[in-house]
Nanobody
């Protein structure tokens, strides 16, 4: 089992910055992929960024603005978000995938609101 707890969500103005954190505990040695998803009101949950090993991946809408990082022990995941826009408003979820067995885990989410 893996437990994920997000923090860092807040209300910011357009152009502002936030850093989201995700604390992971439990069977973290089995994690091989971690990421951030977001879900805006009335929309599906979509991938924002992920990282496997040292290889980050970003969706097009956040490239150059967001940076994903993690600790070597995989006990923490971060998302630095710069130049935030109103369309970034959503609940942000931390995600982890493990091997042996292969399972997916989600945090409870943290709200990010960007005012125009």
């Amino acid at each position: 089992q893996v437990r994920l707890v997000e923090s860092g969500g807040d209300l910011v103005q357009t152009g502002g910055s936030l850093r989201l954190s995700c604390a992971a505990s439990g069977s973290i040695a089995r994690i091989y992929l971690m990421g951030w998803y977001r879900q805006a009101p009335g929309k599906q949950r979509d991938l924002v960024a992920s990282i496997a090993g040292d290889r980050p991946y970003y969706v097009d809408g956040v490239k150059g603005r967001f940076t994903i990082s993690k600790t070597d022990r995989k006990n923490a995941l971060y998302l630095q978000m710069n130049n935030l826009q109103p369309e970034d408003t959503a609940v942000y979820y931390c995600y982890a995938k493990t091997v042996l067995p292969e399972r997916e885990y989600w945090g409870q989410g943290t709200q990010v609101t960007v005012s125009s």
